[in-house]
């Protein structure tokens, strides 16, 4: 049970905490206001905060030189794409570890971990090649199997932990009750797993948004995702702070959003169940 | 018809044997109660009927039919969990239709079992709910209710009451009975509860370590039972052992007397001994009456008028007629 | 605890995941290894046949090896530091009695969900530039010198882009860790006389010891490859290569793949002893 705490004490607290969170935040709260300022006013000294004529120019600017819109359709294409897959493959992968264990089960789980642990950079040339010889470099379709495969170990693992908090007595009652193994997953399983199985999918949603060695390195044109839109920004159009600003905004907006909604799930996903 | 087998079966979890080789049968329409402390066994064995575990070896028969490798779907048989395992995101009207959706049952037909089923059990104000708004009885009926809409040729209960409180317990306990007379259909229930066990019963099946220590009705095991183990077990307050000289004298390697057999007097009898602790219950009172030269009280039953203060010396007299007696390897002496 | 049959369904419907994530294992594994034995360089005369563990030597004795693996830990200490440090200080802040919570944990998380190209770029650019940037303006505000930070500083730039991005992570785990602790323990503490430090030192540093060792691990991980923060700020220069970096630049820009295999297989030994730890908490939590 929580105590009463003195007012003035929890004012304290509350203006540290605020001041701290608000420091933590600048980058992106000024970014997201230079992207609404001229050029100008973007690099005046001393900064403007909110003074300053506030103006969409930016944004239709990026858009219509950079077409933002086709980026930004390759990020949702790959990140949604990729997670969509992972969670189809790994449903049934993690209903039989979870409710119909054996000894290899834990050797299994650790296993796939580890080749989540396995250094990108280690392997770059083998799918660099295999991707040029395949004709797939440059290709949406490649970049959502190799970042499905990615996060494959980390879908299992959220959605194993999900599924082992529902009492094997419930999938029993299914099965006493008629239903064959796929009616159970379908109709008793997933219905109940509904929350575990949205979390895994947004947060893996956002981890597949946010890779940047992949994507950087697999793509061009035809099938770079907003990571690499961003990156084309490193010089010289860098310089140009109000643009770089809006860009910037148009490509962590849409993620923040749901990643504010999944911060709960994150610490299990990212944990893969060790702290919850 | 809801007749079932066990010929031979035999369950062992990699080098554990939980069951070593049992037969057992159980007729149409009885209420078989499994009983035991728990590990015993007993969920196991239920569990193989319901073939939620495969048989090690042996073979399970239902109504004649080899059922051994039938998947659970197959078999007929509905069953109660001890937590319920209600489906959380269903109403309780879907949750009693599921196994008849299961089973392509039309749907008028569904509504006319769900109607019937929801009448008998109480559940008709309730139907639309979740089982999360249920109370813990309600959700033991639409447990039952599940069970009973398929018609099953017999039902199997897992400890069902066991997460009920006492008042609740009891109620149930009686709609359970109270349901097997109106249906008449087979009814296998497991509990470490040995009041459960002679209440419902028509016939007990004791179980220690998978090993089945004796087949019976209620009475016969009150009356007779095969050995000191089925002894101690059944029957409340439990039933006193002695070994030593009192056995001795009656030929036996222990002895056992019921609380309810031993007599008492404050001028004399056999045994001397103090009052300990008293226990009313209103209608009895156990004493616990510690004898000269003896470890272990002894617990005997007296009427709930009797007074006796701790520390009273009272005599102690048992039923020789009523003293069940067993040899050094505890089987009962008949 | 289960049937024959449920068991064969359940190694039916386990085939795919563990096929799919075993040849993504195992084919690039093999060919790097293959590679790492191999002169091969697709540019310049393409492949040229076994060298055995000339590559391995080669990787090492270089020039760039001992500084990029001395920048490695510089990078990654340096951040696992301040993650750990003030992540445990800001957990605490926000286990406080507090008005707005909610908006101060969702300002403090946010820049966990910041694109790695983009954090990078905006702290490259609108801060940490010379002439433009905030931290510019800021120096010439109190009369300094603006720092020129990507190439005067560059291990503690990309430390703070870095620790930004993750300082977030390790806050929320171990607040996360902090609120599981059972409210009762402390209160017996406080019965028995503890005072706020050794409740700290004694109950909650204890209680949070293993949520710091896995953020520890995790972020080992995930840090040992950082990639797009170096790719866009620094390009790997000033001396702010790591070992992934100069593996990418080994097996990319130059295309000496032959070269760049042979520290890819370093960089995954590396990998594989710090997983092997993670994987030792992770598992003992399983039988749990």
Redesign the interface.
């Known amino acids: 049970m929580a105590r009463a705490v003195s007012n003035p004490r929890k004012a304290l607290n509350t203006a540290i905490a605020w001041g701290i969170g608000l420091l933590i935040f600048f980058p992106i709260l000024w970014t997201i206001l230079t992207s609404f300022k001229t050029e100008a006013e973007a690099i005046a000294n001393p900064p403007v905060f909110l003074a300053f004529d506030w103006t969409l120019e930016n944004y239709s600017v990026v858009q219509e030189r950079s077409n933002y819109m086709r980026f930004l359709w390759n990020s949702v294409f790959i990140a949604g794409g990729s997670t969509l897959l992972g969670v189809i493959i790994a449903v049934p992968a993690a209903w039989s570890m979870a409710f119909v264990p054996s000894k290899r089960t834990k050797d299994i789980l650790l296993w796939m971990l580890s080749t989540k642990m396995l250094p990108a950079v280690g392997v770059l040339y083998p799918i660099y090649l295999l991707c040029i010889q395949l004709g797939v470099l440059d290709n949406r379709y490649a970049l959502v199997v190799i970042l499905m495969l990615i996060n494959l170990p980390i879908i299992v693992w959220m959605l194993y932990t999900y599924f082992k908090e529902i009492p094997g007595e419930i999938l029993e009652a299914a099965r006493m009750d008629g239903a064959g193994l796929k009616e159970e997953i379908l109709y008793v399983l997933t219905p109940m797993a509904v929350p575990g199985i949205a979390s895994t999918l947004l947060l893996n949603f956002i981890l597949a948004w946010n890779e940047a060695f992949w994507t950087l390195n697999l793509t061009a044109v035809d099938a770079a995702p907003l990571t690499a839109f961003i990156a084309s920004y490193s010089s010289p159009e860098g310089l140009f702070f109000a643009k770089l600003s809006a860009a910037s905004t148009m490509a962590i907006a849409p993620i923040l959003i749901l990643g504010w909604f999944s911060q709960k799930q994150l610490v299990r996903g990212l944990t893969f169940g060790a702290v919850k | 018809m809801g007749r079932i087998t066990l010929d031979k079966v035999r369950k062992a979890f990699g080098e554990v044997e939980v069951i070593p080789p049992l037969d057992l049968t159980i007729e149409d329409g009885e209420f078989v109660v499994f009983v035991g402390p728990s590990g015993c066994g007993k969920s196991t064995l239920l569990r193989l009927i319901?073939?939620?575990?495969?048989v090690t070896a042996g073979q399970i028969r239902i109504d004649g039919e080899d059922a051994t490798m039938v998947?659970?779907?197959?078999r007929g048989?509905?069953?109660v969990?001890?937590?319920y395992?209600?489906?959380?995101?269903m109403s309780v009207r879907k949750n009693i239709a599921?196994?008849m959706k299961?089973?392509g049952i039309p749907q008028d037909e569904q509504n006319r079992r769900i109607e019937a089923a929801a009448k008998a059990l109480n559940l008709t104000d309730y139907l639309d709910r979740r089982p999360g708004q249920l109370s813990g009885g309600q959700r033991q009926r639409v447990a039952i209710g599940?069970a009973i809409v398929?018609e099953p040729a017999a039902f199997?209960f897992d400890e069902p009451l066991s997460n009920l409180d006492a008042a609740l317990r009891h109620g149930m306990r009686l709609e359970i009975s109270e349901l097997h007379k109106r249906l008449d259909t087979t009814m296998i229930y497991v509990t470490h509860d040995q009041v459960e066990a002679m209440t419902m019963a028509d016939k007990i099946v004791v179980l220690q370590g998978g090993v089945i220590e004796q087949v019976g009705s209620p009475m016969e095991l009150y009356r007779a039972p095969r050995n000191i183990f089925v002894a101690g077990f059944i029957g409340s307050p439990k039933m006193n052992l002695l070994t030593g000289e009192e056995a001795a004298k009656r030929g036996a390697h222990t002895v056992g007397i019921r609380p309810e057999h031993v007599s008492i007097s404050t001028t004399d009898g056999a045994w001397k001994g103090t009052v300990g602790v008293a226990e009313h219950l209103g209608s009895d009172t156990f004493l616990h009456v510690h004898r000269e030269g003896a470890t272990d009280p002894m617990t005997v039953r007296v009427d709930g008028e009797f007074s006796a203060r701790h520390g009273d010396t009272v005599w102690l007299t048992a039923q020789e007629d009523q003293i069940h007696k067993f040899d050094a390897d505890g089987l009962r002496i008949a | 605890m289960a049937t024959q049959h449920s068991r064969s369904a359940a190694r039916f419907m386990m085939a795919p995941a563990v096929f799919l994530l075993l040849v993504w294992m195992l084919v690039p594994l093999s060919m790097t290894l293959w590679f790492s034995f191999r002169r091969f360089l697709p540019l310049r005369g393409g492949d040229q046949g076994f060298v055995w563990f000339e590559n391995y030597s080669r990787f090492i004795s270089s020039s760039a090896f001992w500084p990029s693996v001395q920048t490695t830990l510089i990078i990654v200490g340096g951040i696992l530091l301040i993650s750990v440090v003030f992540g445990i200080l800001l957990a605490l802040l926000l286990d406080q009695p507090m008005w707005g919570q909610g908006v101060v944990r969702i300002l403090v998380i946010a820049p966990f969900f910041v694109m790695p190209t983009v954090s990078a770029l905006v702290w490259k650019n609108m801060f940490m530039d010379p002439t433009n940037g905030l931290f510019a303006h800021l120096w010439r505000a109190f009369g300094a010198d603006p720092v020129v930070w990507l190439s005067d500083a560059p291990l503690f730039s990309i430390i703070l882009i870095v620790s930004w991005q993750w300082l977030p992570f390790a806050t929320l785990i171990l607040l996360t860790a902090i609120q599981s602790l059972d409210s009762e323990q402390l209160e017996a503490a406080e019965m028995d006389g503890a005072g706020h430090l050794s409740r700290f030192g004694y109950i909650i540093l204890p209680h949070m010891s293993r949520a710091i060792t896995i953020v520890i691990l995790i972020q080992t991980i995930f840090l040992l490859s950082i990639f797009a923060e170096i790719f866009v700020t620094t390009g790997g220069a000033f001396g702010s290569r790591t070992l992934t970096y100069l593996i990418y630049q080994r097996v990319l820009e130059s295309q000496n793949v032959g070269l760049g295999s042979a520290g890819g297989v370093y960089a995954i030994i590396l990998a594989n002893i710090v997983a092997l730890f993670l994987m030792r908490i992770v598992g003992k939590n399983l039988d749990a």
């Open positions: 319901a073939g939620l575990e495969d998947p659970p779907a197959k048989l509905a069953m969990f001890q937590s395992a209600l489906y959380p995101h599921f196994p299961m089973a599940r398929r199997l």
